[in-house]
């Protein structure tokens, strides 16, 4: 009996060991991607940033724009286009044909590019673009990313605790939300989950519209805005775009017909 506990012991501890072995050797491999990743961002050129402060944003310009992300394939070749407030702008085409890459140069994301960036005809590498963005550009990305929150965080993350419960009240209802969030135990204090796993995809769409309705941006750039939401959902966003493009500039990209066929001009990329 002594030596089967014993040769039992030793086999376990054998048996440990391996297993330390093994999982030392996965954590290895994880915590090697991680300080390759990390090595990545670190060498990451700064962003080139300008100067000029903008009271508003009229219109945008590309002018002869050539971008690619390698030499082996043109993204936009001498791409030109005028957008100005007032118009609804959908953007169409399939997918890689470059529509984010078109996105990610307006906001100055990308900046070795050939040809020209306006906004309000002043080069947007002279433009102090973190001010840019923070007021007068709002992005709705198609899968929006909510916090481990409440409600009403999400709603008005960013801006300081300066919007009116009246405003956040007038897009809730504007959106048709009221009776989701009344419907919840502490209502609009409740918490959703991160990735908000506890609500549908059509709520949290809803919720990151009103979020980017109360920044009342003078650009709007939608991604498949309404791949969520249900028909009366969609006749309703489509209702609230022909007001507010009054005085905005709305971007969609979208493959919806419905959206396609409401905006003022089609930009297709081939």
């Known amino acids: 009996m002594g030596n089967f506990i014993e040769i039992n012991l030793r086999f376990n501890m ?3 060991s391996i297993s330390f072995i093994l999982n030392f050797g996965k954590s290895y491999q994880e915590s090697m991607v ?3 990743r990390i090595i990545d961002i670190l060498d990451e050129k700064i962003e080139h940033n300008g100067t000029e402060l903008l009271h508003g944003l009229n219109d945008l310009q590309f002018k002869n724009v050539t971008f690619s992300y390698d030499k082996s394939r043109m993204i936009l070749n001498n791409f030109n ?3 100005s407030k007032g118009k609804v702008y959908c953007i169409k085409g399939k997918n890689g044909s470059g529509k ?12 070795d ?16 673009l973190y001010k840019l963005r923070e007021k007068f550009i709002g992005v709705i990305e198609q899968e929006s990313n909510l916090l481990n929150d409440t409600i009403r965080v999400n709603l008005t993350y960013g801006f300081d605790n300066n919007v009116s419960e009246e405003r956040i009240n007038k897009w809730i209802e504007k959106l048709s939300i009221t009776e989701f969030i009344n419907k919840l135990p502490d209502g609009i204090n409740s918490n959703i989950f991160e990735r908000a796993g506890n609500i549908s995809g059509g709520e ?3 919720i990151s519209l009103v979020r980017t309705f109360l920044k009342d941006p003078d650009v709007f750039i939608f991604d498949e805005p309404t791949s969520a939401l249900d028909v009366n959902s969609k006749e309703l966003f489509l ?3 022909d007001e507010l493009k009054k005085n905005r500039i709305i971007i969609l990209i979208t493959h919806d017909y ?5 905006a003022d001009e089609v930009i297709l990329f081939d």
Do not use: A
């Open 34 to 36: 991680s300080y390759k």
């Open 258 to 262: 419905d959206i396609i066929e409401s």
């Open 204 to 206: 949290k769409q809803k």
């Open 14 to 16: 054998v048996l440990n």
């Open 81 to 83: 286009c005028n957008m």
């Open 239 to 241: 209702k609230l775009l």
């Open 113 to 128: 590019y050939n040809g020209q960036i306006l906004i309000n005809s002043k080069d947007i590498k002279d433009i102090d």
């Open 100 to 111: 984010s890459t078109f996105i990610c140069l307006m906001l100055g994301l990308f900046q």
